[in-house]
């Protein structure tokens, strides 16, 4: 491998913060830590950057790093990911990459070359709809007969769910969540269904007596819905809620017109994983999360 050894990592001055946060977008907020590589002349090479909060379980700071295409394997990002390293240490034990990345893709095996650890496996799953919406009925269908549903549910469009309700679920489910969940799904809800965070064309919600019980939001995404949070009040979790939320999204939206879905959850959640077996969805990518265990390191 050659190294490029003309070049310094120095914490990122105000002037050098728009470039950072356009190179870092998943980091860019005030309490951000920043670093910059340069070569001899000033030119920028690269920016790494990690949020000062706990993020993810077990907690840890969340990094970010980035290296302009014809300053890569020269060594860039690894400096920048030691200055990280340095400064995170006796502040906190983990670093947490910001964003999963795809199995074997060039980032992954950078970070893996770097120490860094695999936490979980999420697994990419495209779906037919209707094949899909088939066997979830029948599941359903099962569930009613043996009297497990009650029939007080109703199922609504997230434009008629209480959005905080919504927000208030996905920030206890996600503390990784993004900030502001309220206001972007406020924004969303007038945006262009195919360019908003959440479609609320075609996300849904479900409601017992008045009361939210979950909600299922979706984005547009390479052409088809995508299932981006899967949320249940903690009341109705290890039960049917999740499953009736799912066909009766799926419903409504084939009903629309909808030929396929995407969807993805972790490889140890086994209730999806095998309703993604039942349904027939065809896997399309594993994307691996990771840490580096700051506390350990020499």
Known sequence: MVFLLD??????????LPACFAMLPSIASPNAELFVARDEEGKLLGAGGMLWRGWSSPSGFPVAIHVLPDSRRRGVGRALLAALQERARGETDRLWAVEALEEGSEAAVF?????????????????????????????????????????????????????REVARLVAIEFRAGPPNIYRMLEQSRDMDPEL???????????????????????????????????VVAPEWRRGWVNAL????????????????????????NLDTMGLATRGEAKRRKTQVSYYYAVASAP
Do not use: Y
């Open 7 to 16: 070049f310094s990592i120095k914490a990122a001055e105000e002037a050098a």
């Open 111 to 163: 970070l893996e070359a770097c120490d860094f650890v695999t936490s979980k496996r999420q697994i990419l799953f495209e779906a037919d709809a209707a094949t899909f919406l088939g066997h979830m009925q029948s599941l359903i269908a099962r569930m009613r007969s043996r009297k497990r549903i009650p029939d007080e549910v109703t199922s609504v469009p997230l434009a008629e769910a209480p959005l």
């Open 196 to 230: 908003a965070p959440v479609s609320f064309v075609h996300s849904r919600a479900l409601m017992i007596d008045g009361a939210l019980a979950g909600a299922l939001l979706l984005e547009w995404k390479d052409g088809a819905p995508a299932i981006i949070v899967n």
């Open 245 to 268: 939320l799912l066909t009766e999204t799926t419903q409504a939206n084939v009903d629309r017109g909808m030929e396929r879905f995407f969807f993805d959850c972790s490889e140890d």
